[in-house]
């Protein structure tokens, strides 16, 4: 089965003057580490969380003083794993080799469904 894995990376960024420049300071370092693991084909995207209270949802970055906290999608396709639980462990190896002594948590799996084109006559 093929599936489409998404892992939740959390990413600490410091000595930053606002959130939205710790966004750009994590992408850039997760994207790069990608690349220089031959990973491009790793779609990065920033975390999106909801509000406990009002249930809005906004970009994953917690700033408090000169740190960051920042939440980040990583999504990969995994070809011919045997069951999600195959697929999961696949994904986290592979980015696992780029992002050293980053844990990672699986925010979502889905199974790739092929589709059929029918030829019409």
């Given at each position: 089965m093929d599936y489409k894995v998404t892992l939740e990376?959390?990413?600490?960024?410091?000595?930053?003057?606002?959130?939205?420049d710790a966004?750009?300071?994590?992408?850039?370092?997760v994207i790069k580490k990608l690349k220089a693991s031959k990973l491009e084909y790793v779609k990065v995207e920033i975390?999106?969380?909801?509000?406990?209270?009002?249930?809005?949802?906004?970009?994953s970055s917690f700033f408090v003083g000169d740190v960051s906290l920042v939440?980040?999608?990583l999504t990969l396709d995994i070809f011919n794993a045997e069951n999600t639980k195959h697929a999961e462990n696949i994904a986290k190896s592979v980015v696992g080799k780029a992002l050293k002594d980053v844990p990672f948590k699986t925010?979502?799996?889905?199974?790739?469904v092929e589709k059929i084109r029918?030829?019409?006559?």
């Open positions: 990376v959390p990413i600490i960024v410091r000595d930053i003057k606002d959130g939205e966004i750009k300071v994590a992408m850039s370092s975390g999106m969380s909801q509000c406990p209270k009002c249930g809005d949802y906004f970009e939440g980040v999608y925010f979502e799996i889905k199974e790739k029918k030829k019409r006559r």
